[in-house]
Structure formats: structure tokens, C-alpha cells
């Protein structure tokens, strides 16, 4: 701990540092301000520019639309535009990092570059590489700007999928304080679903509930110097939100199982309470009744829906400030300093023994006279012999397991930037981020321990005790679990329940000094354009450090609700890289065209971990007039394998969703399940896990290598002169991967295996327990480390349109303006090779194990405002998916397979929101609205169709409005 305090000291003084100087510099008197540039740096391009247009397409979500939306975390507003698919956020529970990231095109969060003012963020958290958008402050959110499609040429590794970049207002002058209040309201209306709840007497929720209450408090303080040529804005934000349990809904009240005829029923997890007892010798499983050992079924799975969180409990500080200050037209001095400190709890059902293997001495005091009968007697076993059993056994009596997750993030940044001289300017900046996590993972058991609970024998009065003496000593107590009708005890449960410790942090320094020019005043220049060629060039040094430190219950893998062992790690890695950009108005102001420009970017790399690389860029437009702008790029992007990616230990986790050859009607043959390991005599005997989750092998690998992505765009603007107010445009993009970085999928190398595809490759991968099962124990899985595997391509066209009516101008006097934004994307293919030389599979319109969270062909937002002349303005949004399809009902070799009623199509979905606000004086604005107007339930997504890192309450939570109608109200309070 002394190193993270270290380095919370070093970054509280060196931010106390920058703040001094910043406000030291506005104190001082200096020259005469310089004519403000007219040329403007878009996202995309390091080169100033004179038109708000760029190459690369760029999508913008202003701060106007996020207050509609009435947003309080980032991750919400992203989700809600087309070319972004649902990653971490504030309603996954099981599997959270406690961080929300953004994950452009589906391509992963690892390959989306998030920056602030054009700096990059830091990974978010040592459990996650992905930048965390919990760390930006809403508060001064001026603008989001997305662009998605390769920028590497101009930010470096990580923007193969594209980039978004936050701009701040950081020249803010005045006060400004902001409440805000949210809660969601539903009603419980489903019959079918709740049909099968009250069929195996669960509880229901209330009809109508109203929960999730969300608080927010910010303000804003910026203060001009008295020179008028510096600048500091400070902030401050506090956000409390409530927990939400799956309970408090009947869609989410109990883990669904859909038959093969589409019947409803509440499924759940063979580990249950009271126990059940696999017989490892004799193949038999029972479930515990009283003293005796009656047959399993499904009915006695256990309920583990009502305990996990549908809305994480989240409290978040942020605080930080934005300076600047002009000594002259040579020195610009700018500075950053951003804190945040973030707890939230991921609770999910109680833990316990799952499936983990056992020795029972046939003596022991703990069976009764039949179980020693059917346990040992049956196998041929002996009163000094020992059963071998697996024991699934829920801790109801502890509670649900919690991971208490925290994440506090320092940012320093500094700069010096100004003309130099006859058209040339600089920029130098330096940056340090650090992220800390703790991580308290509660109510856990021990394995250890459990099997010294287990092992028990009588004392001299005739009470069960531990028969290990040091066991007793650290205050073991008997596992009484092969009697339902006995309670277990305190003594017992403090014992068992171990905690687990995580700790870590990132460090990521970044160095770049830039110098950029008009090369026109050297002559260089078109004869044909008013102006020269612009260029940009520079240098960049960034170091990646991560480090995460485990317990010895983590690490041993001694924690039985964790599927595994997790193991520490630490690494680092630097690069050393060169860019430069130029843009060449070829052609201005000509008949027929009225602006052709070209442009080309390089960066050069040198990784200590992979190695030199080199990424470009290449791009025009035409403008024949000032009416339509036509433009095309080109981006050749490089990203090397990050620290996670590549120094996590391997460990088994919970990554298949399905093992077909379990179960006592396997959904594929004896030859077929035998290519997986699966024995004559275990066919049709291997035991299934109801709640769909089996182990893979994961972690990685320090011999990755770069992967590399080409990503063209061909588009148009269309801003009519005879639409004054109308800005349309329409781009297609294809992005193509090569030696993607990931594991291959535990799901598809058992599909391939099964099917017949590549066997020598797949089926070597799938490695089963002594009993042929991949989730008891931690000895069965399939291997799905990462590695180079193939190659990821997906193509689309982003549409993006907005349109002013003053209504005025239709003869509707005095009654204001009516505002139009769409921003749609139709998905054209989403093709995945699992590995060099196989055959490929598409996921556009489809969702499931292999691709993961939907796909929708079309989405689009589309939202109407009405700015009335009363200090009054409101607005609606219609937010639409359309149908996906489960995988399984495509004709790809690899996806196909049975599909089930009721699971193989989510139909099109469509939101409709509601929002207003209501200028009450010069000072006091009030707004609120109603998010999901109709309360629509979100669609039933099992965890039949994908594994619970993408399900959360019987639904992709984080894709469709899981919660129901979201209301929300604001005052703003500006001086």
C-alpha cells in the first residue's frame, strides 16, 4: 500500500503545482491579446483547418442532447448512438469491473481510443484496458465527438475501431450549480413469465414499483484573469445511486428456461439448498432431504435472480480544474488536473460449494445410516474407505456475494503552446494518469476450509466436531449439509466465509511535442488554391505500467464462488514514435469545384514489447459547390497488444455457455461428443449446469504480436443552398482486421469440435475432468487464451442529418423553431474469422454465444425539439433497433444449429422519449422528462443463447431499456 499512497501524494502535489502556476500566470501582466485564429483542430487531424468538415466522419453529441437525455452516466449516452455496441456499465452485475467502457462498431473497447481535448485517457482500471468514461466529468462536457473508423495515423495504437473525444468547456467564466434527481417507475405486467414464477412459488414482485433513485450535485466556477488572457475552471460533481435488485421485476424475478416448444419456466443452478450430491463412483445424483438422499430434478434448482443487481449501487466523487493562461502570442501556458473516485458494489446470488470434489469418510458422523448405504455401501466401499462425491450446496444463511469494487483516478497534465514564427506553431504537453483499484470481494468460501468442515468426528460428549486439531484451533465448526433439517451454524459460517483482496493500479506518462505550418508562405503551394499546404509533425513518448496485486485465497483459487483462480500481474511496456500530417488544397474556388483538398498522415512506432511499426493514412474531398461535398480515406492502423492483453496469468473462469454433451439426452451423438473427450461410459451421464455456465481457460500471452487494420470510408455532405438550415451526409465504411487479439471463443471451438470443422485444431482445446465434466471442479475446460487468431471486417453506412425550421418562415408567426437530428447505421456484414484459413461468420442481424450482444441491422435516433418563445423547449426522441435473429438460425456452418421457440428472434425495438426544460428567470432553469414513455420490457434473452458476461436479468441490460420508464428532472442554476 505504500506504493499507491506514494503515488496519491505525488499526484495531489504535482497537481497543487499546476493549479499554482496556472493562477500565478494569470496574476501576471503580458502583451496586448493577438486576433483570435479563425482555423479550428476538428477530431481526426492534428492540422488546423478552416472548415468544420472534415474527411473522417464525425458524429457529435452536444451537451444540449445530453441533458434531453437526462443522462447521468457517459456510458448511456453512447450507447444510445448507432455505431456503438453495449461494454461495461452500470447494469452489469456478474462479471462487472466496476468501470464503463465504449465499444465502437462491436470490435471491442480495447480498440476504441478515448481522449479529452485530443489527450488520452489512462486504461480505467487494472481489471479492464479500456478507458473508464465514469472518470470524465459531465459537468463540463461541452460536445462528444465520434468518430468511428481508423485514426492511428494521428493518435496511435487503440483507434483501429475509432475514437472519442471529449471536448471540454475549459474557458467557462461565472457559477454554475446543477441538482439532479432520477428514478425508474415500472409496472409488472407480464403473464407468461409470471406464470412460471408462480408456478414454482417464487416471489413476485409488486405490481407497479418505482426504485433507482439517482442523485447528482455539480458545479462550475470559472474565473477570467483581469487582462482578459487566462483562464481556470474548476468543478466539482457527486453522484449517489441507488441498488436495484432483480427481483423488483417479474421478467428478471427468476433465471427463465425456454423448452424446445417454447414453454416458460424458472430455471436455475444445480447449486442449491439444501445440497446436492453427485456420486462420483457410482454416478448418481441426489439432492439432500432431511437425512436422506432422494433423485435430483430440476425443481430444486436454486432461484439465484432475485439477489443480483440490475442497477450497481454506485457513489462517485469528481473534482479537477482547467487553466490557461496567454503570457504572449510565443507562450500559451495550459494546464489539467481531474480526480474521481468512484465505489460500487456488484452483488450477485450467494456463494458456496460449486461442484468441487470431495472426499466423505464412510464413518463419518455427518451421513446417516442411508446415505452411508447409497454413498459407500452401493460402490462397494468400506467403513475405512471414502466417498468421492461433488457437493453443490447454496450459503443462503451468508447472503449474496458481493464485490465491493473502487476506482480512484488522478490526471495531471501541462503544456506550452504558441506561435513561433512566419506561420509556424507548437505544441508540447506532458501527462501522467493513474488509476488505483481495491477490490473486497465478500461472502465468499473457502475450499480449504470447507474440506475441513467436512471432516468431522465426535468428542468424548458425543458433539460433531472438526477432526483436525489445528483446524479446530483457527475455528472450524462442522459443515452439517447432509441434513436439510439441520440449520448451519454461525460458528460454521464465520469459518467458511473468506473474503478475497485485489489491489492495483495503472500508470500511463505521455510526452508529445508537435510543430505545425503553413507552407504556403514558402511558396508551397497549389496554383490552383488560395491556400498552402499544411503540415504537422511530431514526437511522442508513452509509457503503460499496470500492476494488480491478489490474496493468497485470489490466487490459490481457494475461493469457491469464483470458478478459478485469479492470479496478480504486472508489466509495462514504452513506445517511441514519430508523425507527421499534411493537408494540399489542391483546387479552390474553381468552376465545378469549389474545394479539393488531399491529405496523408504517417506515425512510426517503436514498441519495447513488439516491436517497430508503421500506420498511414491517406483522404480527399471534392466539393463541386458549396452544396455537396464529396470525401474518401483511407487508414492503415496498427495496435499492439496492450499489458492486460498481454501478462495476465491464465486461470479458468466461467467463459462456455454450453457443453451439448452433457445432460442425460446429449444434443449430439456418442461419435460426435467423443471428438471432445467424452467417454462411452459417461455419455448421457455427465452431470448439466442448469444456470448455463462451464469453465475455459483464459489469460495471456507475451508472444502476441501487433494486429493491423485497414479502414476505408467513402461519403458525402450535402449542405443545399436552397435548405439553408439542412446539413445532411452519408458514409460507408469497412473496417478489416488481420491477427486479431483475443482467445477464439470457448463456445465455437466446441461447436467446431462437435461439428466436425478443423478437429485437429479445435478438439485438442477441450480438455475434460476424470468425469467428463467442464464446471465441477477446475480440472475440465476449453482452452481460450488469447493468441493471433484471424481476422475481424465489418461494413456499414452512417447516415447523420439535422434541419432548422424557423416556423416563421412557414407563416407560423411568433411560436419559435422546430430543431431535426437523426443519426443512423445500417449494418451491411459483421464477419468474424476464428482462425487464418477458416471459414468465416457473419453476425449482422444476429446475437448469440458467438456474437455476442446484438447486432441490429438498422438503428437510429431520431429527435425533434421545439423551441417555443416562451423560454420553453420540448423534445421527443424515437430510439430503433430492429429484429436480430439467435445465431443458430443462420445457415453459417459454424452458428447453425437447433433453435428454440421463444429465443431465436428479438423483434425491432422502439423507444420513445420525452423532455422539456423551462427557463424560469435569468439564473434558474428547470427540465426533466420521461425516458421509455411506454414502459416497454426489454426482450428475453437467456443464457441458452449467450454466456452471463452479456446477460443480466434475462435480457442484454446493457443494449435494450431494461428497467423500465426512466424519469428524471434538473435545475440549473447559472450566475
Known amino acids: 500500500m505504500k506504493g499507491f499512497e506514494s503515488r496519491i501524494r505525488q499526484s495531489l502535489l504535482t497537481g497543487a503545482a499546476i493549479g499554482v502556476c496556472a493562477l500565478t500566470s494569470m496574476a501576471t501582466t503580458a502583451y496586448a491579446a493577438a486576433d483570435d485564429l479563425q482555423e479550428i483542430v476538428i477530431t481526426g487531424s492534428r492540422i488546423k483547418t478552416d472548415s468544420s468538415v472534415g474527411i473522417s466522419p464525425v458524429t457529435t453529441v452536444s451537451n444540449e442532447e445530453i441533458k434531453l437525455q437526462g443522462a447521468t452516466r457517459m456510458e448511456d449516452v ?110 409488472n405486467d407480464s403473464t407468461r413469465i409470471q406464470n412460471a414464477v408462480k408456478a414454482r412459488n417464487f416471489a413476485l414482485p409488486d405490481d407497479d414499483v418505482t426504485d433507482g ?54 430455471g436455475g443452478s444445480g447449486t442449491t439448498a439444501p445440497a446436492q450430491i453427485i456420486d462420483n463412483i457410482g454416478g448418481g445424483d441426489y439432492i439432500v432431504s432431511g437425512k436422506n438422499l432422494n433423485n435430483y430434478t430440476s425443481a430444486s434448482a436454486f432461484n439465484y435472480a432475485p439477489y443480483n443487481y440490475y442497477q450497481r449501487p454506485d457513489q462517485r466523487y469528481s473534482a479537477g480544474f482547467f487553466g490557461h493562461y496567454d503570457f504572449n502570442e510565443h507562450v500559451q501556458v495550459y494546464t489539467e488536473f481531474m480526480f474521481h473516485d468512484d465505489h460500487t458494489l456488484a452483488q450477485i446470488a450467494p456463494s458456496g460449494v460449486f461442484g468441487q470434489e470431495f472426499t466423505i469418510g464412510c464413518d463419518s458422523p455427518l451421513l446417516s445410516a442411508s446415505q452411508i448405504n447409497t454413498l459407500c455401501t452401493a460402490n462397494g466401499l468400506t467403513s475405512s474407505d471414502k466417498a468421492d462425491v461433488s457437493i453443490l450446496r447454496r450459503n443462503v444463511e451468508g447472503g449474496g456475494r458481493i464485490d465491493d469494487l473502487r476506482h480512484t483516478s488522478y490526471r495531471e497534465l501541462i503544456g506550452l503552446k504558441g506561435d513561433l514564427y512566419d506561420g509556424w506553431s507548437y505544441d508540447v504537453s506532458a501527462q501522467r494518469s493513474t488509476v488505483i483499484l481495491s477490490e473486497t470481494y465478500k461472502n465468499d468460501f473457502s475450499l480449504a476450509r470447507t474440506a475441513e468442515a467436512l471432516n468431522v468426528t465426535k468428542d468424548s460428549n458425543g ?27 454461525s460458528a460454521a459460517l464465520t469459518y467458511l466465509q473468506t473474503p478475497g483482496f485485489k489491489e492495483g493500479s495503472t500508470v500511463q506518462d505521455v510526452v508529445n511535442a508537435s510543430i505545425s505550418g503553413d507552407l504556403g508562405r514558402y511558396g508551397l503551394q497549389s496554383p490552383l488554391a488560395n491556400r498552402g499546404v499544411a503540415i504537422v509533425f511530431g514526437t511522442e513518448y508513452r509509457r503503460e505500467e499496470l500492476t494488480l496485486k491478489v490474496d493468497q485465497e485470489f490466487d490459490s483459487g481457494d475461493l469457491a464462488g469464483q470458478g478459478g483462480p485469479t492470479h496478480g500481474v504486472a508489466g509495462a511496456y514504452d513506445v517511441r514514435e514519430a508523425f507527421m500530417e499534411v493537408k494540399i488544397p489542391v483546387i479552390q474556388d474553381k468552376p465545378f469545384i469549389k474545394e479539393f483538398n488531399i491529405e496523408g498522415g504517417y506515425r512510426y512506432s517503436d514498441y519495447s514489447t513488439s516491436g517497430k511499426t508503421d500506420t498511414y493514412k491517406v483522404g480527399g474531398d471534392w466539393a463541386p459547390t458549396s452544396d455537396l461535398r464529396l470525401r474518401a480515406g483511407f487508414n492503415h492502423a496498427v495496435r499492439a497488444p496492450n499489458v492486460v492483453e498481454l501478462f495476465t496469468p491464465q486461470g479458468v473462469a466461467l467463459g462456455l455457455t454450453d457443453d451439448p454433451c452433457a445432460g442425460s439426452s446429449p444434443s449430439y451423438t456418442l461419435a460426435q461428443c467423443a471428438r471432445t473427450g467424452v467417454t462411452a461410459a459417461q455419455y448421457g451421464k455427465i452431470v448439466a449446469n442448469g444456470a448455463g455456465q462451464y469453465n475455459d481457460l483464459e489469460g495471456g500471452n507475451p508472444n502476441l504480436k501487433p494486429e493491423a487494420a485497414d479502414t476505408l470510408t467513402v461519403g458525402t455532405v450535402i449542405t443545399p443552398t436552397f435548405l439553408p438550415d439542412l446539413t445532411f451526409s452519408a458514409d460507408y465504411y469497412n473496417i478489416h482486421i488481420d491477427d486479431t487479439i483475443n482467445g477464439i471463443g470457448a463456445d465455437l471451438i466446441m461447436t467446431n469440435c462437435l461439428n466436425g470443422i478443423n478437429t485437429s485444431t479445435f478438439c485438442p482445446l477441450i480438455k475434460r475432468s476424470a468425469t467428463g465434466s467442464l464446471w465441477l471442479g477446475t480440472t475440465g475446460y476449453v482452452t481460450n487464451t488469447n493468441q493471433n487468431t484471424g481476422s475481424l471486417e465489418q461494413s456499414g453506412i452512417d447516415f447523420n442529418a439535422n434541419y432548422r425550421v424557423d416556423l416563421a418562415d412557414i407563416g407560423l408567426e411568433k411560436v419559435g423553431a422546430l430543431n431535426f437530428n437523426m443519426t443512423g447505421t445500417y449494418l451491411i456484414d459483421f464477419v468474424t474469422q476464428a482462425l487464418k484459413g477458416s471459414d468465416g461468420y457473419d453476425c449482422a442481424g444476429y446475437f448469440g454465444a458467438n456474437c455476442g450482444v446484438p447486432a441490429p441491422v438498422w438503428r437510429h435516433k431520431v429527435r425533434a425539439t421545439w423551441q417555443t418563445p416562451w423560454d420553453a423547449d420540448i423534445s421527443v426522441a424515437w430510439r430503433h433497433l430492429s429484429s436480430v435473429a439467435w445465431e443458430r438460425n443462420s445457415s453459417n456452418a459454424t452458428l447453425h444449429g437447433t433453435s428454440i421457440p421463444g429465443l431465436s428472434e428479438i423483434s425491432s425495438y422502439d423507444y420513445f422519449d420525452f423532455s422539456g426544460s423551462y427557463q424560469v428567470s435569468d439564473w434558474l432553469t428547470l427540465s426533466g422528462g420521461v425516458n421509455n414513455v411506454f414502459d416497454k420490457d426489454p426482450p428475453l434473452a437467456t443464457t441458452q443463447v449467450a454466456s452471463s458476461s452479456y446477460i443480466n436479468g434475462n435480457t442484454y441490460a446493457q443494449v435494450y431499456d431494461s428497467l423500465g420508464r426512466y424519469f428524471f428532472f434538473r435545475a440549473s442554476a447559472k450566475f
Not at 128 to 142: G, Q, R
Not at 476 to 489: A, G, M, Q, R
Open 213 to 266: 433513485f439517482t442523485r447528482t450535485y455539480s458545479g462550475v466556477l470559472g474565473v477570467n484573469s483581469t487582462d482578459g488572457k487566462g483562464n481556470i475552471t474548476v468543478y466539482a460533481e457527486y453522484l449517489k445511486a441507488q441498488p436495484l435488485q432483480q427481483g423488483a421485476r417479474d421478467y428478471s424475478a427468476c433465471a427463465i428456461s425456454v423448452s424446445s416448444k417454447g414453454a416458460y419456466s424458472c
Open 78 to 187: 453512447l450507447n444510445n448512438l448507432p455505431q456503438v455496441f453495449a461494454s461495461q456499465g452500470g447494469n452489469i452485475s456478474n462479471g462487472s469491473t466496476g468501470t464503463a467502457t465504449v465499444n465502437l462498431r462491436g470490435l471491442g473497447s480495447q480498440r476504441t481510443l478515448v481522449l479529452i481535448d485530443g489527450h488520452r485517457m489512462p486504461a480505467g482500471s487494472p481489471l479492464n484496458s479500456a478507458a473508464d468514461l465514469n472518470e470524465i466529468p459531465t459537468a463540463l462536457v461541452k460536445r462528444v465527438e465520434v468518430l468511428s473508423g481508423g485514426a492511428s495515423a494521428v493518435y496511435g495504437a487503440d483507434a483501429v475501431a475509432g475514437v472519442v473525444n471529449f471536448i471540454m468547456d475549459d474557458k467557462f467564466e461565472g457559477a454554475k450549480a446543477e441538482v439532479g434527481y432520477s428514478f425508474y417507475q415500472h409496472n
Open 463 to 489: 458433539n460433531l466436531v472438526c477432526a483436525n486439531s489445528a483446524a479446530v484451533a483457527a475455528g472450524c465448526s462442522p459443515y452439517t449439509i447432509f441434513d436439510s433439517s439441520s440449520s448451519i451454524s
